[in-house]
């Protein structure tokens, strides 16, 4: 499960691989669906118990269904190379998607930072207009009794005076 890519070993001199690939790939399915989803690599192995033109139909045949397949010999290490530098070729290439897809997503999360920070900042600003525009209006008011209070104690005085 945790693995990046799956390596399926059938044995190609025995006259029912085709159906022992099956076997595995339905059990996997079966297992967990996701494995499915994984890379896999089809190994025909014991390739130097057969001849040239039977590794070539058996491979032809599993490629009309499978998309990495490998023929390995243990003996002499036939095909070995190639399987591990496609193993190791993809696994760089998965860690270089991470990497892209790690970067992209730290500069998503730093957008999203800077937009959230000018909300609170714009948020902020709102809030001390708002402040500042009832203080004003305070002191409107303050300024409007202060002058209501001088227009009456003139008002007073000038009846004072009449009198």
């Known amino acids: 499960e945790r693995c990046k890519v799956l390596l399926h070993l059938a044995d190609i001199s025995s006259p029912d691989f085709e159906q022992d690939i099956e076997c595995i790939m339905t059990e996997i399915h079966e297992y967990d669906p996701k494995l499915s989803e994984k890379v896999s690599c089809i190994c025909l192995t014991k390739c130097d118990l057969v001849d040239e033109e039977e590794i070539e139909e058996a491979k032809a045949k599993v490629k009309q269904k499978y998309k990495n397949v490998f023929c390995l010999a243990s003996w002499d290490k036939l095909g070995i190379n190639d399987m591990l530098d496609f193993v190791h070729d993809y696994l760089i290439e998965l860690r270089k998607k991470e990497l892209i897809d790690q970067e ?45 209070a001088r227009k009456e104690k003139l008002a007073k005085e000038a009846e004072k005076s009449e009198n």
Not at 106 to 116: F, P
């Open 104 to 148: 992209a997503l730290e500069k998503e999360l730093i957008e999203q930072n800077r937009i959230e920070k000018e909300k609170l900042e714009k948020a902020e600003i709102e809030k001390q207009e708002r402040k500042k525009a009832v203080l004003e209006r305070k002191a409107l008011e303050r300024a409007a009794i202060k002058e209501e």
